[in-house]
Structures are given as C-alpha cells and as structure tokens.
C-alpha cells in the first residue's frame, strides 16, 4: 500500500543513492537528475524492490567499467571522464525499465515484472560485455563476419570473454531479483535474465556493426562511436548519423525486455 510515509521514504532514497553516485563522482549534476527521475519512477511504479535491481545493475556497471581502467584507457576504449554516466546515458540504460514500471503502477502484473527483469539484464549484459571484452586477449570479432578480427572497444566486436561477461552480468541480475521478491522461483528468473540480457547484448553488437554511427575525433584522429571526443564534436565517416551509441543501447534493451516477456507468456507463465 502506498502511504505519505512510503512516499517520503521512497523519495529520500532514491535522491540519497543519486547523491551518492555523484559524489563517488559515477554521474555528473545532469546524470543526478537523471537519476532521480527514474530512480522515482522504478520506486513509485515497481516498489523498493524493483529499485534495488537497478541499483545493482548501477554498481555493477561502475564496477565493470573502473576495473582496470587505466588499461583499457591506453587501449583507448576506456569510457570517458573516468566512466562517469552523463543524463542520455541514464536514460538510455534506465528510460525503458522506468516505462515498464510507471506502467506497473496502473496495472501490476508478474508479465511485467518479467519483462522488467529483461530490460535491465539486456542493460547488465552490454555494460558488462562491453567492458570486460575490452580486456580480451584475443582480438574481438565482428559479430556478422566472424571471420574479421576489429579492434577492441569497435561496436559489433565480440569475443567469449565479453559473452561471458553478459551471462554473468544477466545472472546476477536473475539472482537480486529473486532475493528481493520480483519473481518468484529462481530458476525462473535466472532463465528469463540469461536468455534476455544474453539476447540485449547480442542485439546491441548486431546493431553496432549493421547500423551505428562510426565516426572520427577531428583532434586525436581516433575512430570513436562517441558523439564528442578530446571535447570536440566527432565527425560521422559511416552508419546512419542519429543512431548513436545511446539509441542502441535502448534497442537493445526493448529487445531484452520483449524476449524475456514473450519467454515468460510462451513457456513459463
Ligand atoms: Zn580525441
């Protein structure tokens, strides 16, 4: 039941954890208001369980991207300003799970806790995949020619290290869930975050190598699929120009969330 009292705890929280990240300096102001939007919206719509499963994902994701940072900056597929998330990113990642749970607030249901879980494992999945593939030994491949090595940090480049990662990332995403009464079963939900956050992932390097904005930084001369680079404006070289490394990370993970659902109508429910 929602009362005064849930409210004001709820609000409290959510701006408590979003202050927190911005002094652990993983967001930037206009992140912290990111944040808190949809922090408030899982909250309000999902319940304080919900809440915790995006939480995790957050420390998740700022742990896999500042381990062996430095390495992976001279490797040059470092995230920017020491991994800190900027606005679109957070809603990039957050914007579909904060549209599922607004929904849940109307009209409750197990459907949507499933395809709740899917997005954020689809999330999980691709922040841990694009980061640990980046320390693979080997080259990473291009997931549609296989037999094409590119070079690390190169949306549409996979390796089994990055796949791993993305199994992983899903399954701890699978088991907060379950600790905290999302779904019940665990089997249930390891399978329905294995198989859409592994799926998200799939999608979001399939979209990297098909479609993505390629592009070059005008002052390093680096080929980078990041929007500004060295504080310039990259300039496109190939993909189309508005789907950039945001808008496939919420491709991905609609598709995650529309997998996870559609296996839990078809086989679970
Ligand atoms: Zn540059």
């Known amino acids: 039941m929602i009362t005064f009292f849930t409210v004001v705890f709820d609000f409290f929280f959510v701006i408590a954890f979003a202050l927190a990240a911005v002094l652990l300096k993983t967001i930037d102001g206009r ?5 808190v939007l949809v922090g408030l919206a899982i909250i309000t719509g999902g319940g304080f369980n919900w809440f915790v499963v ?14 062996k940072y430095g390495y992976k900056k ?6 920017e300003k020491g991994g800190a998330r900027n606005w679109p990113n957070i809603l990039a990642n957050g914007g579909i799970a904060s549209v599922i749970a607004v929904l849940n607030l109307f009209s409750p249901s197990a459907t949507l806790a499933a395809t709740f879980v899917g997005a954020v494992s689809a999330s999980a999945a691709d922040t841990a995949a694009t980061e640990l593939g980046l320390l693979s030994r080997g080259r990473p491949r291009l997931i549609t020619n296989p037999a094409k090595l590119v070079n690390p940090g190169t949306s549409g480049g996979v390796s089994w290290l990055g796949f791993a990662g993305a199994f992983f990332a899903s399954l701890v995403i699978g088991a907060i869930a379950f600790a905290f009464g999302v779904l019940p079963g665990i ?3 390891l399978v329905l975050c294995a198989v859409g956050g592994v799926a998200g992932a799939v999608v979001d390097s399939l979209l990297g190598a098909l479609v993505q904005r390629r592009g070059y930084c005008p002052v390093c001369l680096k080929p980078t699929e990041a929007l500004s680079h060295c504080g310039e404006r990259t300039r496109p070289t190939g993909g189309v120009t508005f789907i950039e490394n945001n808008v496939v990370n919420v491709l991905a993970t609609v598709a995650g969330a529309a997998v996870s659902l559609s296996l839990y109508l078809a086989i679970i429910h």
């Open 31 to 35: 992140g912290f208001l990111a944040s």
């Open 54 to 67: 995006v939480a995790v994902f957050f420390v998740l994701g700022v742990a896999f991207t500042l381990y």
């Open 74 to 79: 001279k490797l040059g597929g470092a995230q």
């Open 187 to 189: 089997v249930t939900l």
